[in-house]
């Protein structure tokens, strides 16, 4: 029997798609080459933006289309989207035969391989267990589900329900597991890990976010990085970033999603900070980790969001100069309190100040990038280059994707590259050992 899986939004999905592709490969289920050979196919989905559910209504078409010639396919849609919109899924000649929310996600397999049937009443997320397949050197680590923030604007705290921490014991032997299947880097996955919190009942003891990091950064050997992702700058503590400075394994790379400049829009937002505290905040993570790389996300176009609250935000991404952007234009979800706001920025508006952040970004991180030529950075080197087989592809600890010499047998170690130069935003670097 063979399965396709198409995954669509966040790592916390794609965890989650990998966790269940492992599951059916050891029911001796084969991955199919496309789905018109497939015989199970899956899309896990995303309501975060309009686009990712338009998107997703587009491949059920195809869906439609590739029945008529592969009639016994069947179509399981899950994730956010699944979650969101249930049953609508489903009758007047849909394709789709079954739908699985975010809650039930971990049903699919027992249906898959008919041990039961779906339970429309479970509400009690599972986290899949191993999230790597034979052959990969990295793998995620969900170590939380669910947000309690309700930022105006987002969807994922009602597709993705109240926050829930993941079992520290669980962790820890999942990682364990996947150092001795060979894996080199972990990414612990939450929707705002530092809210990270468990509480042993039996024990009493509990465990936080920095208390959880610096545990695993003392048990793993072969795993030499760790990465975790997404840090809400309300819950970025000093306690975090004095574990983070003191070990040699977790990566100096922190997510810490600003999504405006301005303090009238994050209180819009109920983003819980302001500018001042955002910018303290990264001045701190500089002086106790000067070489640390800060991403984030920015939203333009938010309801009420004047010429000088948007200048205010261009401003602000000029001076701290992040090493990335995720940059989108606001897009009204419903359910969301932001939905109730008049969304009151024409699409080209949005789309004028989007273009202009980008065009800024990527000046920056040109900038920033040519400031590491003739540096040596630790790299994993991750597989061949698109268009030389003589050229491998990786990543440092940064984040940062860099191109360099090598042969097969570097795939899936690390390797001491220094940079030669920038090419469009890549580096491009020479193996030292
Ligand atoms: N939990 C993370 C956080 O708090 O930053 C990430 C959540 S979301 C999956 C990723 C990004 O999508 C957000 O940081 C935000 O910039 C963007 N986003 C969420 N809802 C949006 C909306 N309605 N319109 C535009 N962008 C949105
Ligand atoms: Fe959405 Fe805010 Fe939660 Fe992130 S912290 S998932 S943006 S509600
Ligand atoms: Fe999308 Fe759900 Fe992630 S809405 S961004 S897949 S939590």
């Known amino acids: 029997m063979k399965y396709w899986i198409e995954t669509y939004g966040c790592q916390m999905n794609k965890a989650e798609s990998e966790a269940f592709e492992l599951e059916l490969n050891h029911n001796m289920w084969e991955s199919a080459e496309n789905p018109l050979e497939a ?9 975060v933006r309009e686009t990712a ?6 491949r059920i078409g195809y869906y439609k289309r590739v029945k008529k010639d592969n009639p016994s396919l069947i179509l ?8 969101r919109l249930g049953s609508k899924f489903l009758g007047n000649g849909s394709p789709v035969d079954k739908v699985f929310g975010t809650f039930s996600k971990h049903k699919i397999i027992d249906f898959v391989l008919n041990k039961s049937d779906f339970d429309p009443s479970s509400n009690l997320y599972k986290f899949s267990k191993v999230h790597t397949t034979e052959g990969k050197f990295k793998s995620f680590v969900p170590i939380m589900n669910g947000c309690n923030n309700f930022c105006s604007y987002c969807i994922v705290p009602y597709v993705r329900g109240r926050e829930l ?13 996947l150092e001795k299947r060979g894996i080199k880097e972990i990414t612990l996955l939450g929707q705002n890990v530092n809210s990270y919190y468990y509480n042993n009942g ?10 959880l990091l610096k545990k695993i950064s003392e048990k793993v050997n072969s795993i030499e990085w760790i990465r975790f992702l997404t840090s809400h700058p309300k819950d970025l503590g000093d306690k975090l970033i004095n574990v983070m400075a003191k070990s040699n394994n977790i990566c100096r790379h922190i997510h810490l999603p600003l999504q405006s400049g301005s303090d009238v ?7 819980k900070y302001n500018s001042d505290f955002y910018n303290n905040l990264v001045k701190k993570i500089k002086y106790d980790i000067p070489d640390a790389s800060i991403t984030t996300d920015i939203i333009v176009g938010f309801p009420g969001e ?3 609250d948007y200048d205010m935000t261009y401003n602000l991404m000029n001076s701290i100069k992040f090493n990335e952007a995720f940059t989108y234009y606001y897009n009204p979800r419903e359910g969301t309190k932001a939905f109730d706001f008049e969304d009151n920025i024409p699409k080209e508006e949005k789309l004028r100040r989007l273009s202009e952040i980008i065009e800024l970004q990527k000046k920056i991180t040109v900038l920033k990038k040519k400031e590491k030529i003739g540096a040596t950075l630790k790299v994993l080197a991750e597989g061949f280059s698109k268009n030389n087989s003589n050229e491998l592809i990786g990543r440092t600890e940064f984040d940062e994707m860099i191109v360099f010499n090598g042969k097969h047998d570097k795939i899936g170690l690390y390797s001491m590259v220094k940079i030669l130069f920038v090419k469009g935003n890549t580096f491009i670097g020479e193996i030292v050992t």
Do not use: Q
């Open 165 to 177: 921490s993941r079992n520290p014991d669980e962790i820890f032997s999942e990682i364990e597991e």
């Open 76 to 83: 399981i849609i899950t994730g956010c989207m699944a979650e």
């Open 306 to 308: 004047s010429k000088e």
């Open 265 to 271: 829009i994050l209180k819009k937002m109920n983003r």
């Open 39 to 47: 015989n199970l196919a899956v899309i896990n989905t995303c309501s």
């Open 53 to 58: 559910e338009e998107r997703i209504w587009g």
């Open 202 to 211: 039996e024990t009493g003891e509990s465990l936080d976010f920095p208390e």
